[in-house]
């Protein structure tokens, strides 16, 4: 059965490279909305499901591009595991596979790590239908070029990625959400503070003069950390949490083109629009209407770049252009993967 | 030519509040945390060369250290580089922002052993110090047990900040050494360090302690201070040097192995050491499965040599056939060349190629290291083919 579907990919992508028609690759599809827009036929990943193997106490998941973030984070909960990195769904049926892809993390990045944080090891199809494994089931290897990391977050433009085996972390035992009122400044100064000192801080936030925290670990160690920072207990935390993560929060209700600043976490940012801070302040969501232009030179004086996450209208570059010797190596690595260029064309940069 | 970054040895930025260090590459690892002590800050990786090795050695092979299990390692803990490429551009890579535009190049980078690029500065993270840290030893009479008790404090959902496993003849090495209170006859002693929070760590010790004594534990003791915590460690530092003490020479191994195999592979390891006649203490990343075998011998002695490389590069095979990988920490080099072999098919290594082809089309930037050509590779195959004509026939191979 496994066998039958590789073999389908394995026709797709021949077929591909003898006709020179681009290939899309997609899942779910719940981040079609994600990067330039989507071009060529369409390689349909989710038959090719299932966990391959999962050992809790090696803490290690080994599965399929096609199966369900909702099945693998259900196995995992059913150990006291989780993703570490919190990925956001974005749909019902979002996939491992896009997860990787995509390499977007959730609220717990700034404590955890990211995506690429926890990528231990993947197979692929490559631009010649070639399949490749690197890495492997294990937390420490350095043979050969990481290339596990490196397809966390290509947006399947190097390769069609066909399972994938992550680090995963034991759930804290216990969760508090607390807030407290202030300004974007002394947010700022806050979150940056506190990440600076032996604190349980899993998330934080910060929207429309309120400051969000969430503490994470054992049940003493939360409270202790409860009674230091005082602030007002949020009892709904985890709704608060997965609105952020997923979305599906207030803030995030609004037609205007949603950017996402990733920016130094002391930075102040100065744009018109309305603003929601995450990761100590690496993270910025701003609704704008500003140009493409206005918004990146302002993300750029801070060091910081910007991507424009959801909207119709979309710029002429989803993602913030890189200088010339930067761009002509991801086309050089573009190339070595893909050297018919058929994989997911121009959902990264105009040319691949 | 030879180039060298000694005196690249500057810490050009350090922001407290941002909680990063600009370093240059050839500033020491263990600098790097001095800087950032008075802000109750430090660098996570804590290799145990530390005191000497530079942070541009760590990212080129993606070093750990005893702690990587909870805090990972290089390529988690660095957040921008600045590379000149052979053609003598100066690339930007990563950012002090946690996310970058393109291909994550930092990740690439990390651990390619200086074949795609020449890095002259790293920024890297710094954390917060852990308010307390405590550490626990239990000893074993048989090593199999001490691999069940890693699995259930693991599985109990606690992750030690270190996680460290000696068998009989590296706890021999080390207490003759160092004098750590390490109980001589055991078969195995496990140590195990909890940091966080004062409640977390209260309440992780605890429940660790219980654990050890469970799973058959024959000697269990926590340090109830923190010279006793860096007395214990101690051993485990000195473990390298304390082995270098029994033999003229030893070959140091670096294979990552799922942890469930674990005693499997050290039966397998005992074999080979009554095969090729030589001793083997080891020391174990326990934590995250890196076994760092080391192989006495003594290259005064004709044959041993061979014989010690020979036996290392048998217990690669079985750490790449048991699922694991010829190098966890230590890199490729030249050394390890011919198991990348072992580990890749062709069609990966091809790639690898490939890829090194668009940073240094020329393959100017460590020629000859990290990958094999196919046709090395070819030949080392050919090598185990053809027993009886390989360059050293009085070797056993099996």
């Known amino acids: 059965m496994v066998e039958l579907i590789l073999d389908q990919f394995t026709e797709a992508i021949r077929q591909a490279i003898a006709r020179q028609r681009p290939v899309r690759i997609r899942g779910s599809g719940s981040k079609d909305f994600y990067g330039g827009a989507p071009q060529g036929e369409v390689l349909d990943t989710t038959a090719y499901r299932g966990i391959i193997d999962y050992a809790p106490e090696e803490l290690v998941i080994t599965a399929r591009a096609g199966t369900s973030l909702v099945e693998i984070e259900a196995a995992l909960a059913a150990n006291g595991q989780m993703l570490p990195f919190e990925p956001p769904h974005f749909g019902p049926r979002a996939t491992l596979g896009g997860c990787v892809a995509a390499g977007l993390s959730g609220p717990r990045r700034a404590s955890l790590g990211a995506v690429r944080d926890f990528v231990l090891g993947v197979q692929i199809m490559d631009g010649n239908a070639d399949q490749l494994r690197f890495g492997?089931?294990?937390?420490?290897?350095?043979?050969?070029?990481?290339?596990?990391?490196?397809?966390?977050?290509?947006?399947?433009?190097?390769?069609?990625?066909?399972?994938?085996?992550?680090?995963?972390?034991?759930?804290?035992?216990?969760?508090?959400?607390?807030?407290?009122e202030c300004d974007e400044a002394q947010a700022l100064q806050k979150m940056n503070r506190w990440a600076g000192e032996p604190l349980p801080i899993s998330a934080t936030c910060y929207h429309d003069q309120?400051?969000?925290?969430?503490?994470?670990?054992?049940?003493?160690?939360?409270?202790a950390a409860q009674a230091k920072l005082g602030g007002q207990a949020l009892a709904a935390g985890e709704d608060f949490w997965?609105?952020?993560?997923?979305?599906?929060?207030n803030f995030f209700r609004g037609n205007a083109p949603l950017w996402r600043l990733s920016v130094p976490s002391t930075a102040a940012l100065d744009l018109p629009g309305k603003c929601l801070i995450e990761w100590s302040g690496a993270l910025r969501w701003v609704f704008t209407e500003a140009e493409a232009g206005v918004i990146r030179a302002a993300a750029e004086q801070v060091h910081g770049q910007g991507t424009m996450f959801r909207g119709t209208a979309k710029p002429q570059s989803v993602f913030h252009p890189l200088p010339k010797p930067l761009m002509d190596v991801h086309r050089r690595m573009k190339r070595a993967f893909d050297p018919h260029g058929i994989f997911n064309l121009g959902r990264m940069y105009s040319d691949f | 030519m030879l180039l060298s970054l000694a005196k690249f040895s500057r810490i050009l930025h350090l922001d407290p509040l941002a909680r990063t260090a600009r370093v240059q590459p050839g500033v020491r690892n263990l600098a790097i945390s001095e800087a950032a002590a008075p802000h109750h800050l430090y660098y996570a990786p804590d290799p145990s060369s530390q005191i000497i090795c530079s942070i541009g050695g760590n990212v080129a092979e993606n070093s750990g250290g005893v702690h990587c299990l909870k805090y990972g390692l290089?390529?988690?803990?660095?957040?921008?580089?600045?590379?000149?490429?052979?053609?003598?551009?100066?690339?930007e890579i990563g950012a002090t922002a946690l996310d970058s535009a393109g291909y994550d190049l930092l990740a690439l980078m990390t651990g390619s052993e200086g074949m795609l690029g020449v890095i002259t500065e790293v920024t890297v993270k710094l954390l917060a110090k852990p308010e307390r840290a405590q550490v626990l030893m239990a000893g074993f009479d048989d090593i199999e047990k001490a691999g069940a008790a890693v699995a259930a404090i693991i599985s109990a959902g606690i992750i030690p900040a270190g996680l460290e496993m000696m068998d009989k003849l590296a706890i021999q090495a080390a207490e003759d050494f160092v004098h750590a209170g390490y109980p001589l006859e055991a078969a195995a002693i496990l140590l195990c360090e909890l940091d966080g929070t004062n409640e977390e760590v209260s309440e992780e010790i605890k429940r660790v302690h219980d654990i050890l004594q469970s799973s058959g534990s024959t000697s269990l003791r926590t340090a109830s201070d923190?010279?006793?915590?860096?007395?214990?460690?101690?051993?485990?530092?000195?473990?390298?040097?304390?082995?270098?003490?029994?033999a003229p020479d030893y070959y140091c191994m670096d294979g990552t192995i799922p942890r469930k195999r674990l005693a499997e592979v050290l039966a397998r390891i005992r074999d080979f050491s009554q095969h090729y006649g030589l001793r083997v203490a080891n020391v174990f990343h326990a934590g995250d499965g890196n076994l760092h075998p080391l192989i006495l011998y003594d290259a005064n002695k004709p044959g041993e040599m061979a014989r010690a490389e020979a036996f290392g590069a048998k217990i690669l095979e079985l750490s790449v056939e048991v699922g694991g990988t010829i190098t966890g920490e230590h890199g490729v080099g030249v050394e390890k060349i011919d198991q990348m072999c072992v580990q890749f098919q062709p069609k990966e290594l091809t790639l690898f190629h490939a890829l090194k082809a668009a940073w240094d089309e020329q393959g100017l930037l460590?020629?000859?290291?990290?990958?094999?050509?196919?046709?090395?590779?070819?030949?080392?195959?050919?090598?185990?083919?053809?027993?009886?004509?390989?360059?050293f026939p009085g070797i056993p191979r099996f």
């Open chain 2, 74 to 91: 290089t390529v988690n803990n660095i957040l921008a580089l600045r590379v000149v490429t052979i053609e003598g551009e100066i690339l």
């Open chain 2, 226 to 246: 923190d010279a006793e915590r860096l007395k214990l460690w101690a051993g485990r530092k000195a473990a390298f040097p304390a082995v270098g003490r029994l």
């Open chain 1, 136 to 180: 492997g089931q294990v937390m420490k290897n350095v043979a050969g070029y990481d290339v596990s990391r490196l397809m966390a977050g290509s947006l399947g433009t190097l390769g069609l990625i066909l399972d994938v085996s992550l680090k995963v972390l034991p759930r804290p035992k216990a969760e508090a959400t607390v807030q407290f």
């Open chain 1, 210 to 223: 309120v400051l969000t925290l969430r503490l994470s670990g054992a049940e003493t160690a939360v409270q």
């Open chain 2, 366 to 391: 460590n020629p000859g290291k990290a990958v094999p050509t196919l046709h090395r590779c070819a030949e080392y195959g050919a090598m185990h083919v053809h027993q009886g004509q390989v360059r």
């Open chain 1, 242 to 249: 997965r609105g952020i993560r997923e979305q599906s929060a």
